[in-house]
């Protein structure tokens, strides 16, 4: 029996020997096949684990207004991550996050709470030094990213031409979204090297970050906030619905300011853009200009040498054209009036009447066309208006375009005429934009519409408007010759011109003896009074008084 149990041991020592053999066997076969065949797949898994390319957002560019003045910078912000996955205890950890951060409990503990999330924003943009606060705390789960918040630390001022950037730091609208390529710049690359236990050991620079380029705008933030402000006293004293106020150099093209009220803080932009308040009244809006368009007609008439501003004619108080009666505005006897007296009292039937017997219908599209209008000025902003022409010409049209009714237009293209006009004939395109660090500024586009001797005579009869008891008299300006026009215009609805609704605008140019300045105010829907004279006139000449003061601009007149 001791026999039969000796060879069952020795049977069973000889199998397990046997079971180790090939164990050690099959084990040192696979180290082989791990070391030879496998060994560049594993060595790549390997260096996965402890490498990660991570890749820098540049830090966007600065706008800068003429002067320097800082309108649109970004600073940098961190994104609070948690991975709800690994915190054992969301309460704890929700209320020293809570705190830290100052935010809401019970919205943090929700967001840790739930365990079939791996990733989970906490905050996005953080301020800084909170989140660095909290990740000192080295809590279980959490992970900072960089980011940026764009801050404008004019509040109000140019919102609407600045426009506002997304939460991926992309640009949305106005001239961020213009120029978001330059101000963007470019992401960088990095290699991030980590120990088996997580820890960063290296960084490795594999492409640089360059970050956006600062843009140097033609605005003048004080003459821009200036404006605004003439803007919000002028729409509260006549309950208007909106007013534009553009300040151009006619010299050079350079937008000055560009404002409009209601306005809006660019550091809020989410509830303005509910509001409908980001538009860009000047650039993108289009409205009938009433009598400032008289301009293009007596103008073209001049060029064509058809008139003279002394050139008389026997003017009605009413004209009839096709089936339409044109009416001036106060009621007079039939008398004689030179194109001069014609401007300076804004008759709509003497305007007619030039148009009717001197340009006709292709002549008026010529100098229309000519002055600019019914195309973009190329100003560099997103969804400008190219204006409206009259779809077909009719019978009562030459009763209607004349005068700046059946026509729209910009306020931008207004300000690009008169000043023009300021400019001895010659038009320059407008520009928001002077120069992109780095780069020169953009050439200059330019044409003549009018020769000297013509613009002389226009920019003499425009004079007369505001000193020679004209409509525009409350324009004004103590020590200064103005020269501009009034215009009041009927707004149109979808059955015809609305009942009690009116845009009053006032452009002019100052001195007019040397223009420095052109300056546009357009009022929508003025209540009490509603002519441009009485509503624009005067917001012109706040407006105008300060910019004179604020640049320098000698008078050209003896102060009475």
Do not use: C
């Not at 609407?160 to 730091?169: F, I, K, W």
Request: glycine residues 10%; neutral net charge.
């Amino acid at each position: 029996m001791s026999r039969v149990r000796a060879r069952l041991v020795n049977q069973r020592l000889r199998l397990l020997f046997l079971l180790i053999l090939l164990t050690f066997g099959a084990l040192a076969a696979r180290t082989a096949y791990l070391q030879t065949v496998r060994a560049s797949s594993l060595a790549a898994a390997a260096s996965a684990q402890t490498r990660s390319t991570i890749h820098p957002q540049p830090l966007r560019g600065t706008i800068f207004d003429r002067v320097g003045t800082t309108l649109a910078i970004s600073e940098q912000t961190t994104d609070v991550v948690a991975d709800p996955m690994q915190i054992s205890d969301p309460s704890s950890e929700a209320a020293i996050v809570a705190k830290t951060l100052g935010l809401k409990l019970k919205t943090v503990l929700k967001k840790l709470s739930d365990h079939k999330l791996g990733f989970v924003y906490i905050e996005r943009k953080a301020p800084v030094a909170k989140a660095d606060a909290l990740a000192h705390k080295q809590l279980t789960g959490f992970t900072f990213q960089p980011n940026q918040q764009r801050v404008d630390p004019q509040g109000t001022v140019a919102a609407p031409v600045l426009g506002y950037v997304g939460t991926d730091n992309t640009g949305l609208s106005g001239l961020e979204l213009e120029l978001n390529k330059a101000l963007s710049g470019h992401q960088g690359a990095a290699t991030v090297v980590r120990d088996a236990t997580g820890q960063v050991v290296e960084t490795q620079q594999t492409q640089p970050v360059q970050n956006g380029k600062d843009v140097f705008l033609s605005i003048d933030s004080r003459i821009q906030a200036n404006a605004e402000q003439i803007l919000q006293e002028t729409v509260a004293q006549y309950n208007a619905k909106d007013a534009t106020a553009i300040v151009m150099d006619p010299r050079t093209g350079a937008v000055l300011a560009m404002a409009q009220e209601p306005g809006y803080n660019a550091n809020n932009y989410p509830q303005a853009v509910a509001s409908g308040l980001t538009i860009e009244h000047g650039i993108t809006d289009v409205f009938e200009p009433g009598s400032v368009f008289k301009v293009v007609t007596i103008g073209g008439a001049l060029a064509e040498h058809k008139v003279t501003p002394e050139t008389r004619f026997r003017v009605p108080d009413q004209l009839r054209v096709s089936d339409h009666v044109i009416h001036d505005a106060e009621i007079h006897p039939t008398e004689w009036m030179t194109v001069a007296q014609i401007l300076q009292h804004s008759s709509n039937v003497g305007t007619v009447m030039i148009a009717e017997r001197y340009l006709g219908e292709q002549g008026l599209l010529h100098w229309m066309r000519s002055f600019g209008f019914g195309s973009r000025t190329g100003i560099a902003f997103p969804g400008e208006s190219a204006g409206i022409f009259p779809p077909y010409w009719s019978g009562t049209t030459i009763g209607n375009v004349p005068i700046g009714q059946g026509v729209s237009v910009t306020a931008l293209q207004l300000a690009a005429t008169y000043s023009a006009i300021a400019n001895g004939g010659v038009w320059i395109r407008p520009h928001l934009i002077d120069h992109i660090a780095g780069s020169g500024s953009a050439p200059e586009r330019k044409r003549r519409i009018l020769t000297p001797a013509v613009d002389k005579q226009l920019r003499t009869m425009l004079k007369g408007v505001v000193s020679d008891q004209g409509t525009g008299s409350l324009a004004a300006i103590p020590g200064y010759s103005v020269a501009g026009k009034t215009g009041t215009a009927q707004k149109p609805g979808p059955y015809g011109y609305l009942t009690g609704k009116y845009v009053a605008t006032f452009v002019g140019m100052v001195p007019s003896s040397a223009p420095r300045l052109v300056v546009l105010v357009s009022v929508d829907e003025p209540q009490g009074a509603i002519y441009g004279g009485l509503v624009a006139a005067p917001a012109f000449e706040q407006i105008a008084s300060f910019d004179l003061q604020y640049l320098g601009v000698p008078p050209d007149l003896p102060i009475k």
